[in-house]
């Protein structure tokens, strides 16, 4: 903790830590002081000069080096005969600060006029009109009326696109800079400039495509005067009456697209969002949104929506009444017997997870439950509940003291919102290691980078823990107290050598030792995994070794996250959404069920299939069969996807904006989402509505009669959840915390702020041992020159993302990217199309080169149009070695 | 044009950079010199070789007024004409120069292609006004004879490259 000072602004005594800007310190004992440039998450410019304020210091005797004392014996204060800028006047011992002197009163009134010259004044068409600091700066401190003409304002051009999301409005820009601060700074995506000087300077973007960038919206929020507006929102720009901020309702939700579980506000107006705006949770993500989860709610009001039960008769879809559905469904299944499967998507709320795994387990006597639709991506782990991230990890936080050892993920791709705070961490001085087996953007600021032969990750753990405990850098304390079988560890890593390995891995021995040192002397440690590592419980158990003998679990910032694909890939594991597990990590009593790999074979020999919200075939096209020779098949979905159309029975959901439930993160955080509008027809129902009516037809006595009444039965059924009442997660969070949390964003809408609750892990609990365990890494490394690579992309082909019309450019389309040496060699050019082929399937695809991309990698993300990547794959990895020819 | 010859010379200016964003200047003065200004290629180049965007190249273009987006005369003369030239009668002899140029008041290029005239403000040599810079050169106390004598130097030099390189 650095020294505290003590100043004195408007009178009041404040004490902060040396360093501090006046704003900051002000800002603790609630004095507001106006900003436009100064953003607390944001590096200092001290550009627009509205926070200017009478600063003095205590006089000090030149000869004596004594402070020059008045009759009373008090220090004399010498104020600077110039205004100081709050934002960016550090706080010194003795200083005296007034905040709203005659002086600087005059000075904003000037620099709002001054302000005001050029911009346009069109407040009453201006998105921002209502939450615009700008706006609400000149009706506080302006003059009231101008001494411009109006007729002879500069002008400058208006509604110039900055990319397909973004709209600018040149004569509103005050040239703030926020924007382009974000984008360097907080988004690492450097597409937005100031281009000329003086009155000619205007913000641009030249890269192709332009304002390229997964988090371009968040420019919209903390623009203080709507130059920069969405072009989803903006003013009558989508062919629908326009909406103004204040009529609104803002309903508290979290994003169905992000895994962290972004907290967010659904602006809504006659029963239909318009905007999606971001809801602060300094846990999660802060103030910021992804544009997938900012543009992608038009889901919600799409026409495809299904609207009524439907029954399959004579291979066509024919509109029922529940009443039918449900009866041939119950017939169904109970003829199906044990001959039943159920697969349910990781989208849908712990509570409809919780009931899908009941509905099987007590009503069907089945076991066959999965969540893991796509086959390769699904992490199947138990380490959260071991060792998982500690309660009140905050990555947001995370500075010198740590390190990150990221492996096998792209994270701008696959967590975007944990992109941008390991991203911040690291530039707090957060130590991170990233290792993958290409390049990935977080390698721009990554302190070491690993890049590992595809196979390997798993000897890169073994190599840097062999390091540790030979070097002696182990957690003595915890080794000691906690763990069983480090001799047996030490004997089985002899094996695993840096120099053994680094052949391997394709890593030079010093560089793991280094890495290894770096990770294990932090005194908080973060391991985050993802799919590119490999998925083998060797890998597991490495990972889990390295965690233990560090010492890293069971404390706030340190543990374990798994990279899971999806906003509730979490919830599924914790609540037995899958064959060997119940609810709470616990192992199945019985005989272990089929997985959702066994149950997608052509050869499965079920009857009865229940797909709940997972388009299996839109997925994975291969799937195909396994669910056409199903008797009897029931799709529960919101549209008439790839799997619902091969189904017998399709049952209309609500889609999450139209009901509540909760999802719990990847740091196994459980939060909350309210209901904001109404489903299409009265005949869409939750999901877990669905499961009950069902259960209830098969003759079980449930009485669910809202989410919240699911979860309390959670809460006492699973102990992980005991808290996870919905009364404990929609707590707002006190007003002391709110004091901290306060930020300059532009954001005038009232919604609840939660935090969320996570659960414990076992480490967490100080009595408890874990034995560490070795196992054995099978070789394999894919055994070909060129391996494909099908790592998730955030704009995929899913379903409902692609109902977002202004995304649709940025979905990608499938095609094989090759570094230029390999496209060289096959005299490729861009354009040219190649087939790829697996031991499993080929496909042809078009290029593209990508200088970046090491010379043994072809990228072919997965769960594009046409599963093309999952063609390849043979379902255990998502790496496979292909040969390419032209 | 970035060219190999263009690139060799980065490479060798490089290692006095501590980052290679440092060297975005010498390298736009290096894209910029054999055609007087820059165009997309020269830019993605300069963008690509220091690894940066392509926003971030056009911004540091944009602050300076020596990088040039538009294509101009083999000489840009700029002409101050700010109250302490003016004072000494740069206004008039600016408008005269135009005349003298065949171009519009506002400025412009000549068609041959060899002149560009600009009105500027303040090229920090009032003691000696009238005054201009010709791309680099600065030219004081101007008279209307040197003024002419200056621009056929230039106009032979010219010429004199053009026939040395075929």
């Known amino acids: 903790m650095s020294d505290l000072v003590t100043l004195k602004i408007d009178g009041i005594e404040v004490s902060v830590p040396a360093g501090t800007m006046i704003i900051e310190a002000a800002n603790k004992i609630g004095r507001e002081i106006p900003v436009f440039c100064y953003h607390s998450k944001l590096s200092t410019v001290g550009v627009c000069r509205v926070c200017l304020v009478k600063v003095g210091t205590p006089g000090f005797d030149r000869a004596t080096r004594q402070p020059i004392l008045d009759v009373a014996g008090n220090p004399v204060i010498?104020?600077?005969?110039?205004?100081?800028?709050?934002?960016?006047?550090?706080?010194?011992?003795?200083?005296?600060?007034?905040?709203?002197?005659?002086?600087?009163?005059?000075?904003?009134?000037?620099?709002?006029?001054?302000?005001?010259?050029?911009?346009?004044?069109?407040?009453?068409?201006?998105?921002?009109?209502?939450?615009?600091?700008?706006?609400?700066?000149?009706?506080?401190?302006?003059?009231?009326?101008?001494?411009?003409?109006?007729?002879?304002?500069?002008?400058?051009?208006?509604?110039?696109?900055?990319?397909?999301?973004?709209?600018?409005?040149?004569?509103?820009?005050?040239?703030?800079?926020?924007?382009?601060?974000?984008?360097?700074?907080?988004?690492?995506?450097?597409?937005?400039?100031?281009?000329?000087?003086?009155?000619?300077?205007?913000?641009?973007?030249?890269?192709?495509?332009?304002?390229?960038?997964?988090?371009?919206?968040?420019?919209?929020?903390?623009?203080?005067?709507?130059?920069?507006?969405?072009?989803?929102?903006?003013?009558?720009?989508?062919?629908?009456?326009?909406?103004?901020?204040?009529?609104?309702?803002?309903?508290?939700?979290?994003?169905?697209?992000?895994?962290?579980?972004?907290?967010?506000?659904?602006?809504?107006?006659?029963?239909?969002?318009?905007?999606?705006?971001?809801?602060?949770?300094?846990?999660?993500?802060?103030?910021?949104?992804?544009?997938?989860?900012?543009?992608?709610?038009?889901?919600?009001?799409?026409?495809?929506?299904?609207?009524?039960?439907?029954?399959?008769?004579?291979?066509?879809?024919?509109?029922?009444?529940?009443?039918?559905?449900?009866?041939?469904?119950?017939?169904?299944?109970?003829?199906?017997?044990?001959?039943?499967?159920?697969?349910?998507g990781p989208h849908l709320s712990n509570e409809d997870l919780y009931l899908f795994q009941k509905l099987f387990r007590e009503v069907l006597n089945s076991n066959n439950i999965d969540h893991r639709i796509c086959l390769n991506s699904a992490i199947d782990d138990d380490l959260a509940y071991e060792i998982g991230v500690g309660i009140g990890t905050d990555i947001g936080q995370l500075a010198e003291n740590s390190a990150i050892f990221l492996l096998g993920s792209d994270l701008d791709e696959e967590a975007s919102m944990l992109y941008l705070r390991v991203r911040g961490a690291?530039?707090?001085?957060?130590?991170?290691?990233?290792?993958?087996?290409?390049?990935?953007?977080?390698?721009?600021?990554?302190?070491?980078?690993?890049?590992?032969?595809?196979?390997?990750?798993?000897?890169?753990?073994?190599?840097?823990?062999?390091?540790?405990?030979?070097?002696?850098?182990?957690?003595?304390?915890?080794?000691?107290?906690?763990?069983?079988?480090?001799?047996?560890?030490?004997?089985?890593?002899?094996?695993?050598?840096?120099?053994?390995?680094?052949d391997i891995t394709g890593i030079d021995a010093d560089i793991i030792r280094q890495a290894a040192r770096d990770f294990a002397k932090a005194e908080n440690g973060i391991i985050l995994y993802g799919a590119e590592a490999g998925n083998d419980t060797a890998l597991h158990a490495s990972i889990r070794n390295l965690a233990l003998i560090t010492g890293h679990v069971g404390k706030k910032d340190n543990g374990v996250t798994a990279?899971?694909?999806?906003?509730?890939?979490?919830?599924?594991?914790?609540?037995?959404?899958?064959?060997?597990?119940?609810?709470?990590?616990?192992?199945?009593?019985?005989?272990?069920?089929?997985?959702?790999?066994?149950?997608?074979?052509?050869n499965h020999g079920l009857q009865a299939m229940y797909i709940v919200a997972a388009d299996i075939v839109g997925e994975v096209v291969t799937c195909k069969s396994a669910i056409e020779t199903t008797d009897f098949v029931v799709v529960q979905d919101l549209f008439m996807t790839e799997t619902a159309k091969l189904a017998d029975v399709v049952l209309p959901a609500k889609a999450i904006a139209e009901r509540d439930g909760s999802y719990t993160n990847l740091e196994r955080r459980v939060q909350v989402y309210d209901p904001a509008i109404l489903s299409p027809t009265p005949t869409c129902w939750a999901d877990w509505h669905i499961i009950t009516a069902i259960a209830g037809r098969l003759g079980a006595e449930w009485t669910h009669a809202s989410a919240d009444g699911v979860m309390q039965e959670i809460t006492e059924q699973v102990s992980l959840y005991k808290h996870m009442s919905f009364?404990?997660?929609?707590?707002?969070?006190?007003?002391?915390?709110?004091?901290?949390?306060?930020?300059?964003?532009?954001?005038?809408?009232?919604?609840?702020?939660?935090?969320?609750?996570?659960?414990?892990?076992?480490?967490?609990?100080?009595?408890?041992?874990?034995?560490?365990?070795?196992?054995?890494?099978?070789?394999?490394?894919?055994?070909?020159?060129?391996?494909?690579?099908?790592?998730?992309?955030?704009?995929?082909?899913?379903?409902?993302?692609?109902?977002?019309?202004?995304?649709?450019?940025?979905?990608?389309?499938?095609?094989?990217?090759l570094s230029p040496s390999v496209a060289q060699r096959l005299?490729?050019?861009?354009?040219?199309?190649?087939?790829?082929?697996?031991?499993?399937?080929?496909?042809?695809?078009?290029?593209?080169?990508?200088?970046?991309?090491?010379?043994?990698?072809?990228?072919?993300?997965?769960?594009?149009?046409?599963?093309?990547?999952?063609?390849?794959?043979?379902?255990?990895?998502?790496?496979i070695g292909v040969k390419i020819v032209h | 044009m970035w060219s190999e010859k263009e690139q060799r010379e980065l490479e060798k200016m490089l290692p006095q950079y501590n980052t290679k964003r440092s060297a975005v200047l010498s390298a736009l003065y290096l894209a910029q010199q054999e055609k007087n200004w820059l165009d997309d290629d020269d830019i993605k180049a300069v963008a690509d070789a220091l690894d940066l965007t392509v926003t971030d190249v056009h911004s540091v273009i944009g602050f300076y007024t020596l990088f040039r987006k538009e294509p101009t005369g083999k000489y840009i003369i700029q002409f101050c004409t700010d109250l302490p030239c003016a004072l000494r009668g740069a206004t008039k002899f600016y408008h005269e120069l135009a005349e003298q140029l065949g171009l519009p008041p506002e400025g412009g290029t000549t068609d041959d292609n060899m002149f560009t005239l600009e009105e500027v403000v303040c090229i920090a040599a009032c003691n000696n006004a009238p005054c201009c810079q010709i791309n680099l050169d600065y030219h004081e106390n101007l008279t209307h004879e040197e003024m002419s004598n200056i621009l056929s130097k230039l106009r032979a030099k010219s010429e004199k490259e053009s026939t040395t390189q075929p």
């Open chain 1, 78 to 344: 010498r104020f600077f005969p110039k205004p100081m800028p709050a934002c960016s006047t550090p706080v010194s011992a003795g200083m005296e600060v007034i905040t709203e002197s005659k002086e600087s009163l005059a000075d904003r009134q000037a620099i709002l006029e001054f302000l005001l010259t050029s911009h346009p004044l069109d407040c009453p068409v201006c998105d921002k009109g209502g939450e615009c600091p700008l706006q609400d700066l000149t009706y506080a401190h302006g003059r009231g009326e101008s001494r411009f003409e109006y007729q002879r304002k500069h002008t400058s051009p208006k509604k110039i696109p900055l990319g397909d999301l973004i709209v600018l409005d040149t004569e509103r820009c005050i040239i703030c800079t926020r924007c382009i601060r974000f984008q360097d700074e907080i988004a690492g995506d450097h597409v937005l400039a100031i281009e000329n000087r003086g009155r000619d300077a205007k913000v641009v973007s030249y890269t192709e495509p332009k304002f390229d960038s997964k988090y371009s919206g968040n420019t919209t929020d903390i623009c203080p005067v709507g130059a920069l507006t969405s072009r989803d929102f903006r003013f009558k720009d989508m062919n629908k009456p326009g909406v103004r901020i204040w009529e609104l309702t803002n309903v508290p939700s979290i994003s169905n697209y992000c895994n962290m579980g972004s907290n967010l506000v659904l602006g809504t107006h006659v029963g239909e969002i318009r905007r999606v705006m971001p809801r602060q949770n300094e846990l999660v993500n802060e103030i910021w949104l992804t544009n997938k989860t900012r543009f992608g709610h038009h889901f919600h009001s799409s026409s495809h929506r299904l609207t009524a039960p439907l029954i399959k008769e004579n291979g066509k879809f024919k509109q029922a009444t529940w009443e039918d559905a449900l009866s041939l469904i119950a017939t169904k299944f109970h003829e199906a017997g044990e001959h039943i499967g159920g697969i349910a």
């Open chain 1, 426 to 502: 690291v530039r707090r001085g957060c130590h991170l290691i990233n290792a993958n087996g290409r390049y990935t953007k977080l390698d721009t600021v990554a302190n070491t980078k690993l890049r590992y032969n595809y196979g390997s990750a798993v000897h890169l753990v073994l190599g840097m823990t062999a390091t540790i405990l030979d070097e002696g850098l182990e957690d003595k304390n915890f080794v000691y107290a906690r763990l069983e079988g480090i001799d047996k560890l030490k004997t089985k890593l002899q094996a695993y050598t840096p120099e053994k390995v680094a």
């Open chain 1, 563 to 602: 990279i899971l694909p999806h906003c509730n890939s979490r919830g599924a594991a914790d609540l037995g959404v899958i064959p060997h597990r119940l609810p709470g990590y616990h192992p199945v009593a019985d005989e272990i069920g089929m997985s959702a790999k066994e149950m997608l074979q052509p």
């Open chain 1, 727 to 817: 009364e404990n997660l929609t707590k707002p969070i006190s007003l002391e915390r709110k004091r901290q949390h306060y930020i300059y964003s532009g954001m005038s809408f009232t919604a609840d702020v939660r935090e969320g609750v996570q659960w414990a892990t076992r480490a967490e609990n100080q009595a408890s041992f874990f034995e560490l365990k070795f196992i054995e890494p099978e070789n394999d490394m894919p055994q070909s020159d060129i391996i494909l690579v099908a790592p998730r992309v955030a704009y995929d082909g899913g379903m409902l993302i692609s109902q977002a019309e202004i995304l649709a450019n940025l979905i990608q389309q499938p095609k094989a990217t």
């Open chain 1, 827 to 879: 005299s490729l050019s861009k354009g040219d199309t190649v087939q790829l082929t697996s031991s499993v399937g080929s496909v042809a695809l078009p290029i593209a080169i990508d200088g970046k991309l090491p010379d043994n990698v072809v990228l072919t993300p997965r769960n594009l149009a046409g599963s093309v990547a999952e063609q390849l794959l043979d379902g255990h990895n998502i790496f």
